[in-house]
Nanobody
Framework: QVQLVESGGGLVQAGGSLRLSCAAS????????MAWYRQAPGKQRELVAL???????NYADSVKGRFTISRDNAKNTVYLQMNSLKPEDTAVYYC???????????????WGQGTQVTVSS
């Protein structure tokens, strides 16, 4: 099994910054895509940013230029640096990792438990 543990959420004023971390542990042979999603109250979960094992990134238009995703492959950890935060960024943020637990198994998606980010105006 694979576990994802997120940290770094909290309450911040508009214009402030937060850095989220998500560490994967357990039966890990390799990790492909790592990503951050968010879900605001009453809304569907949406993709915020993703990073490939080779470092290729992609962002939602709403966060481009403000958020930066990165990963440390040696630590099986993905980060989300969030700058110039806005009240509309308020949501529960989830990390997702596409993990292969052995060379003969197909990769599976695993989710973290979520961390709350609240941006006050």
């Amino acid at each position: 099994q694979v576990q994802l543990v997120e940290s770094g959420g909290g309450l911040v004023q508009a214009g402030g910054s937060l850095r989220l971390s998500c560490a994967a542990s357990g039966s890990i042979f390799s990790i492909n895509i790592m990503a951050w999603y968010r879900q605001a109250p009453g809304k569907q979960r949406e993709l915020v940013a993703l990073v490939s094992s080779g470092g290729i990134t992609n962002y939602a238009d709403s966060v481009k230029g403000r958020f930066t995703i990165s990963r440390d492959n040696a630590k099986n950890t993905v980060y989300l640096q969030m700058n110039s935060l806005k009240p509309e960024d308020t949501a529960v943020y989830y990390c997702k990792a596409n993990v292969r637990s052995s060379s003969w198994l197909s990769p599976k998606d695993y989710w973290g438990q979520g961390t709350q980010v609240t941006v006050s105006s």
